[in-house]
């Protein structure tokens, strides 16, 4: 994990925060492992359906492959180039950095280490949706849940489908 996060962040310049490339001073930009603002993916999917916040799925394309991304969500890996995953981000949330952004990955521990990054980034209301998709240690997961998810193809699906408050940000 510490790898993958070390190899998104080094040396990226965002926002005018320069991002750590050493293991001392990445430990700096993740603090410890903690909990910040947390969300159960079924408050996730609420606000997300009635643009309270946009969620975003940041797993890899095998894993939206295999079960499928979150129907009111985005699907922008964190398993890629660091700065092409900021600008698909920002654009997600319709360039406005201090929306709510809800993350969801597997089972909540690649969204506990990102959302301190996050901030420091510029996101101010980083959401960690901890149970994630398949559960974990803070729930039974959206999938156990029996929340909607939408087949994931490439670039042909890209738009979260949204309740009837909300506004949908295209990509």
Request: aromatic share 6%; net charge positive; hydrophobic share 45%.
């Amino acid at each position: 994990m510490a790898r993958f996060i070390a190899l998104v962040f080094s040396a990226l310049l965002v926002g005018g925060v320069a991002v750590p490339s050493s293991q001392a001073q990445l430990s700096w930009l993740l603090g410890k492992e903690r909990l910040g603002v947390v969300l159960s993916a079924q408050e996730a999917h609420e606000r997300a359906m009635t643009g309270q916040a946009v969620l975003v799925d940041v797993r890899s394309s095998a894993e939206w492959r295999e079960s499928g991304v979150p129907a009111s969500g985005f699907a922008i890996t964190m398993h890629q180039d660091p700065r092409k995953f900021v600008k698909e981000l920002t654009e997600a949330m319709g360039g406005d950095t201090n929306r709510p952004l809800a993350v969801i990955c597997a089972t909540g521990v690649r969204t506990t280490y990102l959302q301190d990054a996050l901030k420091k980034l510029g996101f101010s209301q980083p959401i960690n949706v901890t149970e994630g998709m398949i559960g974990g240690r803070y729930g039974d997961g959206w999938i156990k849940l029996g929340l909607p998810v939408r087949k994931w193809a490439r670039a042909a699906d890209i738009k979260p489908t949204l309740g009837p408050g909300a506004v949908a940000t295209a990509r």
